[in-house]
């Protein structure tokens, strides 16, 4: 039996709506489970690192692989929901999701360097930060950069962490024990305090280390002169709510809000005008 058309249209839609949405029930409830799932499959790669019983790792590889079946199913979802195909296909976020799912896609060949992949698997929360979270809006641009900084540390920290932790292990067990002393590694590095008590001995961790400062040289500076530029523009700015479009700051000087035009009574002060004024806003008039 032949679906009709308009009804796999429709379905369609549904499904990339609910991918997106973050505003109803259910779009936000699949957006933090995925979110949930991406965090509970990186807590796993870091305990498995350490010396756990054999039926615990057992049971932490089952459920990986529980979640990376998820993350199939919801890459398939995506891909047959998506309106361009070929542009969902190199889109950016997808190209991290299929990252993502690539040790599972591959797991029949137990090829090595496909298990580095999964430490990319945290960069899946790069979509939940661009101004808009699954936890709310963020409202003030500085706000938005700021959490994109802590954000850009901790993945450069986590996934360069698991990449040397996965080189150097074999080869220098003493030194990279466990996830925790890559951890410390890569923050004592980044942070040029360099103690020197622990060090890569292959060149591939050595290599990892390199990638791992230019990487935060190139990042970091990037974003807090972005930041300081935000700060900067927003400090000429006074709370001064507008009563009718509800813009909630204005410059110092401004007489009409810069959003619909409407007169502003006093700067500073929410806007607070007689009946007779709030038919219609302020019309020829040279704004700010």
């Known amino acids: 039996m032949t679906v009709p058309a308009y009804i796999v249209r429709y379905l369609q839609q549904k499904v990339r709506f ?9 779009g936000k409830a699949i957006n933090l489970a995925i979110t949930g799932l991406v965090l509970l499959s990186s807590a796993i790669f870091v305990a498995e690192t350490y010396p756990i019983p054999a039926s615990v790792r057992t049971a932490l590889g089952v459920c990986n692989n529980v979640i990376l079946l998820i993350f199939t199913i919801e890459y398939g979802l995506r891909f047959w929901s998506a309106e361009n195909k070929l542009r969902f296909v ?25 298990r580095i992949f999964r430490w990319f698997r945290i960069l899946r929360l790069i979509r939940f930060f661009e101004g808009r979270t699954i936890f709310g809006y963020l409202t003030r641009q500085d706000s938005a950069i700021f959490a994109r900084i802590l954000f850009s540390i901790f993945t450069i920290i986590f996934i360069f962490s698991g990449l040397i932790y996965q080189v150097e292990h074999p080869n220098n067990s003493e030194d990279f024990a466990t996830f925790l002393d890559a951890i410390y590694f890569s923050v004592a590095t980044m942070t040029t305090v360099g103690f020197g008590d622990i060090t890569p001995v292959s060149e591939t961790g050595r290599l990892l280390t390199v990638l791992m400062i230019l990487t935060g040289i190139a990042v970091i500076p990037w974003q807090l002169g972005e930041l300081i530029r935000q700060l900067v523009k927003t400090s000429s700015l006074v709370e001064t709510v ?20 409407w007169k502003l009574s006093q700067v500073g002060k929410s806007c607070e005008l007689p009946p007779s004024e709030m038919s219609s806003p302020t019309e020829g008039v040279d704004l700010n």
């Open 18 to 26: 609910y991918f997106e949405d973050i505003e109803t029930p259910l």
């Open 90 to 114: 190199f889109n950016l976020y997808s190209l991290i999701d299929l990252i993502a799912i690539l040790p599972f896609l591959f797991t029949a060949l137990d090829i090595r360097f496909i």
């Open 242 to 261: 507008c009563s009718n479009c509800g813009w909630p700051t204005h410059d110092i000087d401004a007489k009409y809000c810069k959003i619909c035009g």
